[in-house]
């Protein structure tokens, strides 16, 4: 049998119904990624009025800079404590009220309106609470013994990124977890109850591997959430203090472009950060995805 | 001889409804094969799901080879069941599927092999061990779900509709593989189902449940030849039982619902009287009771004729060459109370069939 391929007499319509699709991705991806790799082999004055071509200079000028290695070097550890703890947390409260009976909605709502919460604002509010004046934790930490001061200290400043980070994350995960859950069919689960004895054992055996399609698609999204979306944290609760300590590459490339207005090392940085996302991706769907599914 | 399983009292209740199961008592020997049935709701899977462990029971208990196992977790209870869905894990291959329960009560590796290798020859599976359960047709999957259970060699089988989910073909093979393999294996088995006709090829004895209660436990023969009560009468046996709603006006004599009176055997006084005649049960030639011919379906080894007595209907199932005729008789026919569904008189046919054969 031969698959005969339908093919639709057509002239200029379907390529206009995609038309606006295109435009947009054209405008706002493909535009400034092109400019930014642009901008990455040039160097510009301070007011935007003069720039030279310079080669890879910004590139080799920007590996002999030990604060960028640094950041380089947060940035991983950070996307990859946040990614963990976050996951890690939220499948545990995901398994837990999916078990509940009495009042299973009420804890789904408990534990998914902090998604609503905006960046900048849960920022603003751990700002609050961390406050080394007014914080309620910070004071508590105090107490504790523990002089917490995320001012001076770089552990203390990244433990309080990764902890409102991880927050702010864990509803989404939890959402997905949930779904992902209830989509395992019941029988399934008391097939696992009468062949295994262990709870512990049945969840690593039986429910962890059927969630692993979720978790690969979360760990994707988490990564990219620590990468790029944490932006907003850190810049209302540490602006990469102290010395640089909390700045991730994406913040960096704003504090290099924006304030300090060297353009041209800022776009480096981008284009490196997009090189960086599409090997992650694609390392990703090349080796993960072939395993996670079943 | 021992009871494998013995339930008594068994209670179950979801929240403030009316109970679900309402006293449930069986005993079952060894190497029996039960059928649980009755429409949806009856209390038949709530049945199944208590003895397996997933339901906790209101009250009651349950013993299986002289343990009581009412408080134990479904993995201690030395059981294995076959599901609906067939329940299979879709991440391992169908050698891990049938492993797994082996794998996690300590056998070692030699013991499971031989084991998996064993029963995957008995189905004719081996050569879909190392396949995940997707790439399998729906039959294959039965299966393997059959293969799982077995390979365990528990003390007791269960059956939760495992053949619905199949096509009108399969299900009669599986039905037969079923059949010859718990034979063959001597395991004592509980199967629920709401096709009658799978309970009477299948069972040992026949539990016919309604709304939670025991209608009648019996073998297939007593619950077709001696139904206990109007319930089981009309459940069980296709095409199903005719019944019409007679007046008795003393000395044998009932009023039929065409008007016509006629003499008949045994009648009970009742006022509430309702006579059944199965389809198989009535002679054509029996120029008796007067009939209209609605409509015949033709089945190629036999026919059903559509008939109506008055207002009510009525289906003759013959395999003579006849189509048209206009008087008919009772064979065979059971009396029952229409207002309670309780069978009325004695099994008058049992003993009258027993002495022809």
């Known amino acids: 049998m031969t698959a005969q391929k339908q093919k639709l007499p057509h002239g200029i319509t379907p390529y206009l119904f995609i038309l606006p699709q295109l435009v947009i991705i054209a405008v706002f991806f493909f535009w400034p990624a092109a400019q930014a790799v642009h901008m990455s082999f040039m160097l510009e004055d301070p007011w935007g009025l003069a720039s030279q071509f310079v080669g890879f200079e910004n590139y080799a ?7 960028y290695g640094r950041s ?45 919460v905006a960046p900048a604002v849960a920022g603003l509010g751990a700002y609050f609470i961390f406050n080394r004046q007014i914080g309620v934790l910070s004071q508590a930490f105090n107490d504790m013994g523990w002089a917490f001061n995320p001012e001076t200290d770089p ?57 692993a399609p979720t978790s690969f698609f979360l760990l994707v999204i988490n990564l990219t959430y620590a990468f790029f979306e944490t932006f907003g944290l850190i810049d209302t609760l540490t602006q990469g203090r102290p010395a640089g300590a909390t700045t991730t590459l994406v913040y960096k490339v704003y504090q290099d472009g924006f304030l300090g207005a060297d353009l041209g090392s800022s776009s480096a940085q981008s284009v490196i950060l997009m090189i960086l996302v599409l090997v992650l991706t694609a390392i990703q769907f090349r080796f993960i995805e072939r395993r996670v599914h079943y | 001889m021992s009871k494998q399983l013995n339930i008594s009292q068994l209670v179950k209740c979801y929240g403030n409804n009316d109970p679900a199961v309402q006293g449930f008592n069986l005993a079952v020997e060894e190497g029996e094969f039960i059928v649980l049935v009755g429409p949806s709701g009856c209390g038949k899977s709530t049945i199944l799901r208590s003895i397996a462990g997933l339901e906790t029971i209101t009250s009651g208990s349950i013993s299986l080879a002289g343990k009581d196992v009412t408080h134990l977790a479904p993995a201690k209870r030395d059981i294995a069941m076959v599901f609906q869905n067939y329940a299979l894990y879709p991440h391992m291959s169908v050698y891990e599927n049938l492993a797994y329960g082996l794998k996690n009560r300590g056998y070692n590796k030699a013991d499971i092999e031989q084991r998996v290798q064993q029963a995957a020859a008995m189905l004719q599976i081996t050569d879909y061990l190392p396949r995940k359960p997707k790439a399998l047709s729906g039959g294959q999957r039965q299966r393997v779900a059959m293969g799982r259970a077995m390979v365990r060699e528990p003390a007791l089988f269960l059956f939760d509709e495992p053949l619905s989910n199949l096509d009108a073909k399969l299900r009669a093979h599986m039905r037969l593989e079923i059949k010859k393999l718990q034979k063959r294996l001597g395991v004592t088995s509980i199967y629920v189902t709401h096709d009658q006709v799978e309970a009477m090829t299948l069972a040992d004895r026949i539990v016919v449940l309604n709304g939670g209660k025991v209608e009648q436990i019996g073998t297939p023969e007593e619950i077709y030849h001696n139904p206990a ?18 007046t008795a006006l003393g000395n044998n004599v009932v009023r039929l619902p065409n008007a016509q009176e006629l003499h008949l055997n045994n009648v009970p006084n009742n006022e509430h009287l309702l006579i059944g005649v199965r389809p198989e049960h009535i002679d054509l030639h029996g120029h008796q009771v007067k009939v209209e011919i609605n409509l015949t379906e033709e089945l190629g080894a036999s026919r059903l004729i559509h008939c109506q007595v008055g207002e009510h209907p009525l289906t003759v199932a013959t395999n003579e060459p006849i189509t048209k005729f206009n008087a008919i008789a009772f064979n065979q026919y059971y009396w029952f109370d229409s207002k309670t569904g309780a069978r009325l008189g004695d099994s008058q046919f049992i003993e009258e069939e027993a002495a022809r054969a």
């Not at chain 1, 990764?162 to 019941?186: D, E, R, Y």
């Open chain 1, 61 to 67: 000028l920007l590996f002999s800079d030990s604060s």
């Open chain 1, 72 to 116: 380089f070097i947060f940035t991983l550890v950070f996307s990859f404590l946040v990614s963990l703890i976050s996951l890690a947390l939220a499948l545990l409260l995901a398994v837990k009220a999916n078990s509940v009976l009495r009042a299973q909605k009420s804890y789904r709502v408990l534990l998914t309106w902090v998604y609503a």
């Open chain 1, 155 to 211: 552990f203390d400043a990244s433990f309080m990124l990764i902890l409102v980070a991880v927050w702010k994350q864990v509803p989404v995960n939890f959402i997905f977890f949930l779904a992902g859950l209830q989509s395992i069919p019941k029988s399934l689960q008391e097939a696992a109850q009468i062949d295994c004895q262990s709870d512990s054992k049945r969840f690593f055996t039986i429910t962890f591997p059927l969630l």
């Open chain 2, 229 to 246: 009560s109007h319930f089981v009468a009309s459940f069980m046996g296709t095409p199903a039982m005719n019944f019409l709603p007679v």
